[in-house]
């Protein structure tokens, strides 16, 4: 009878570990829900058939696109990225600070296979750009300007020019 009750207390301490783990992970679990809890209302990822995901804080948007439906979770690593360590938004450097950081950081190291290795500290800018321009030549992700101005809609292809702040 001992032995069956810490059976059941066994497994239910390991089912709560388990949930608890879960949880734990959450934040990682993909690219897309991360940008929707970092940047909320101001992210739009599309819906199957249009691989697209769009940042817009303000009246400007940074659109990031892929020219057929390849894998949206790549096109999620690209944008999260690419918004963490290139976008000039004004407000990004304060939302950059905190628990995401250790996701993105997954992301990096997830796509960073080919990259030249640099010691930790120094030239990681290096790595970030390697991924950035590897995921947008394997899968050809497109980078886009846009601007809503009185009421319409504009916008340019930028493709990777501001990856010019990575030195």
């Given at each position: 009878m001992v032995i069956h009750a810490k059976g059941r207390v066994g497994v239910v301490l390991a089912l709560i570990l388990s949930v608890g783990a879960i949880g734990a992970a959450e934040p990682t679990r993909g690219s897309s829900r991360t940008l929707h809890l970092w940047l909320g209302e101001s992210i739009e990822i599309g819906e199957a058939g249009r691989p697209e995901v769009r940042y817009c804080p303000d009246n400007t948007?940074?659109?990031?696109?892929?020219?057929?439906?390849?894998?949206?979770?790549?096109?999620?690593?690209?944008?999260?990225?690419?918004?963490?360590?290139v976008s000039d938004y004004s407000h990004l450097p304060e939302l950059r600070q905190g628990k995401w950081a250790s996701t993105v950081e997954a992301v990096v190291s997830r796509h960073s296979t080919g990259c030249e290795r640099v010691p930790a500290g120094s030239g990681h800018q290096k790595v970030v750009r390697c991924v950035l321009e590897t995921l947008a030549s394997k899968h050809r992700v497109t980078v886009h300007f846009g601007r809503h101005d009185e009421g319409t809609y504009g916008e340019t292809e930028i493709g990777l020019s501001a990856m010019g702040r990575l030195q």
């Open positions: 948007c940074e659109v990031f696109r892929l020219p057929e439906e390849v894998s949206r979770e790549v096109l999620s690593d690209f944008a999260l990225v690419y918004l963490w360590f």
